[in-house]
């Protein structure tokens, strides 16, 4: 396989519309403003509706997405789902500029909603990348892809910032709602056609099928079994910091609504950096060598955030945080395409997004549950590094994650 520029390039552009959503919607300026301008967050119930929207939308993601990957191996549709979830994605964040204060319910049905099109969607962006390139590049790839998001991210959080200060906030999420539009559709232009129309019940029925068959057999060979549990445990400390991030300094650290944006900007360009610089040595030194790196940094963050007093402190310690961000992510999914059986791409990426996505169920209800236990963040902080030390501990074990550089060349 050769590389196809244009292929990779709508492909990656996709990444750069998506993060939009990512860092506006679910992680910076949406969270707050739900918590404490709609919900009001009187005795923590901010708090509360948040983390049981993420953790509702991410449990339906979680339950369809290996069977819907199914559907669109075996039914040619990956394209057309793809479609699907984005326009989903993209119309329900345009209505979130008719919330109100008090629309606490309404506001919870449309993230819930939102973050399923977000979410789904990324089950079938994802299984395109075995497709687009080659053994030896899908590190590279995985990790440009990470990188051109984290200048999507920069570029919306740039706008908003803009919008804020023109006391325009409610603008904001139709401007998500056209960026991530009008960047993805590149990828529904470019990106390989679905290979053929199968009717829509009978590829569902022999998805399901072959689905279940690759749930068991991947449950069946240990090393990649081994993998995804360890996975599943450290991604629920990815994702819980994603989502809490900004929650945690505003409500513990005192930082405003223009503070978190520069804040989580530092942080995409430090991601940024961090995966350029990680993308060959993915294919280079393997995957699963970046990954453990990357965790060590990340218990390291969580056990100092814990002490952490300062505005100052935090954003130094966002800097080493999001060096990390890019590459465990980056890696983890070229980790994982050594495990995929050729024709079967869509059904293990949805299997990688049940176990991914059901990480993100416990993770925010864990944070949220002891934080108000203990009445503090700092203790939720603790837990998310045992989080990654235990995912860390069973990844060392993984026989796997080798270089895919060698693993080509001795193919």
């Known amino acids: 396989m050769t590389l196809n520029k244009k292929y990779i390039f709508s492909w990656t552009l996709f990444d750069f519309a998506n993060s939009s959503f990512s860092a506006v919607i679910m992680a910076v300026i949406f969270p707050v403003y739900y918590i404490n301008v709609i919900a009001f967050n009187k005795d923590q119930a901010g708090d509360f509706w948040w983390g049981a929207a993420v953790s509702l939308s991410m449990a339906v993601v979680a339950l369809t997405s290996p069977f819907l990957g199914g559907i669109a191996d075996y039914g040619g549709k990956r394209k057309r789902f793809l479609f699907i979830y984005t326009f989903i994605c993209v119309a329900t964040v345009a209505c979130f ?3 109100k ?21 990324l089950v079938f962006y ?9 053994a030896d590049y899908q590190g590279r790839v995985s990790a440009w ?21 023109a006391g325009k906030i409610e603008l904001i999420w139709i401007m998500v709602a056209l960026f991530f539009s009008i960047f993805s559709i590149p990828a529904f232009v470019y ?21 279940w068959l690759n749930i068991k057999n991947i449950w069946k060979r240990k090393e990649a079994r081994k993998f995804l549990i360890a996975y599943f445990i450290y991604e629920d400390g990815v994702n819980t910091i994603i989502i809490f991030s900004s929650i945690f300094a505003a409500l513990t650290l005192g930082f405003k609504t223009k503070e978190l944006i520069g804040l989580y900007l530092l942080v995409q360009i ?13 294919d280079i030194y393997g995957p699963k ?28 310690l966002s800097s080493f945080a999001g060096l990390g961000l890019g590459s465990v992510q980056a890696a983890a999914r070229a980790f994982f395409t050594q495990f995929v059986t050729k024709g079967c791409e869509a059904e293990y990426f949805g299997i990688y997004s049940l176990v991914g996505k059901s990480s993100a169920v416990l993770g925010p209800i864990l944070f949220a549950h002891i934080s108000a236990v203990f009445g503090s963040q700092r203790p939720a902080v603790l837990s998310i590094a045992a989080l990654f030390f235990i995912g860390l501990v069973i990844l060392i074990t993984v026989k796997g994650g080798e270089p895919n550089i060698k693993t080509n060349l001795q193919e």
């Open 126 to 134: 994802n299984s395109f990348l075995p497709e687009i390139a080659p």
């Open 97 to 99: 500029s008719l919330l």
């Open 191 to 211: 990106l390989q056609p679905d290979a053929n129309e199968n009717s829509l019940c009978a590829s569902g029925l022999k998805g399901i099928k072959y689905t």
């Open 270 to 282: 430090t991601a940024l950096i961090g995966s350029l610089i990680m993308a060959k040595p993915i």
């Open 289 to 316: 060598k970046i990954v453990i790196i990357t965790l060590i940094l990340w218990v390291s963050v969580c056990i100092f955030a814990f002490f952490v007093e300062t505005k100052i402190q935090f954003w130094l």
């Open 101 to 121: 204060p008090g629309m606490v319910f309404t506001g919870f049905i449309l993230i819930v909603i939102a973050n399923i099109g977000m979410e789904g969607g």
């Open 145 to 165: 892809g990470f990188m051109v998001g984290y200048a999507g991210s920069i570029i919306s959080l740039l706008i908003s910032i803009s919008l804020i200060n």
